[in-house]
């Protein structure tokens, strides 16, 4: 979706006027909002979808968002359903975070993956919920490491139903992290 600056401005204020007179109704003016100050507009056609926008492209940085909190939701609750013994072989052969396998975000100065996280997470209605409350800003680049691990990741996605990863699928995701290849 593209605004000019007169429609957002124009937009901004109907919903200065929607939350002062505390109107109820079918849109946010604070989603709407936000959507608009973080220029997040690709935004309306996923948390607006029954309103037929303009069919355009979203940023390369969404999809590979979504993939990256995707994978790493798998790999989180695939590490909490581990015997401790196997919580244990994987420290000693992947785990780069010393026996604590947790998302550890995006630099939130120079990958704009850590903005789209933010307002997924924060600011849409149903969107990777597992993930707030968190830090998200890793403070060290980290794309080039997911990309490497969702492209092993996307091999195991389909064949997933149901289940969790196991400790042999954590151990080849946690370690491409580490060592390209």
């Not at 939350?19 to 690709?42: M, N, Q, R, Y």
């Not at 940023?59 to 939701?73: A, I, Q, R, S, Y």
């Not at 013994?85 to 939130?108: I, R, S, Y």
Request: hydrophobic content about 35%; glycine content about 8%.
């Amino acid at each position: 979706m593209k605004l000019s600056d007169g429609e957002k401005l124009t937009i901004l204020m109907l919903c200065d006027i929607y939350k002062a007179l505390k109107i109820k109704g079918e849109f946010d003016p604070e989603f709407i909002s936000t959507t608009i100050f973080k220029d997040h507009l690709w935004g309306f056609n996923w948390e607006l979808s029954g309103i037929p926008f303009e069919k355009g492209d979203d940023p390369p940085e969404v999809g590979e968002t979504c993939d990256f909190l995707d994978m790493w939701k798998f790999i989180e609750t695939g590490y909490e359903k581990l015997t401790p013994a196997e919580k244990k072989q994987l420290a000693k052969d992947a785990d780069p975070f010393g026996n604590h396998v947790k998302f550890p975000g995006f630099d939130g100065n120079h990958e704009p993956h850590y903005g789209i996280a933010s307002y997924m997470i924060r600011d849409m209605q149903h969107r990777f919920e597992y993930f707030k409350g968190r830090d998200l800003n890793s403070h060290s680049s980290s794309v080039s490491s997911y990309k490497r691990m969702y492209k092993i990741f996307e091999t195991m996605r389909a064949g997933l139903n149901m289940r969790e990863l196991n400790l042999a699928e954590l151990t080849t995701i946690l370690n491409a992290q580490r060592y390209p290849g």
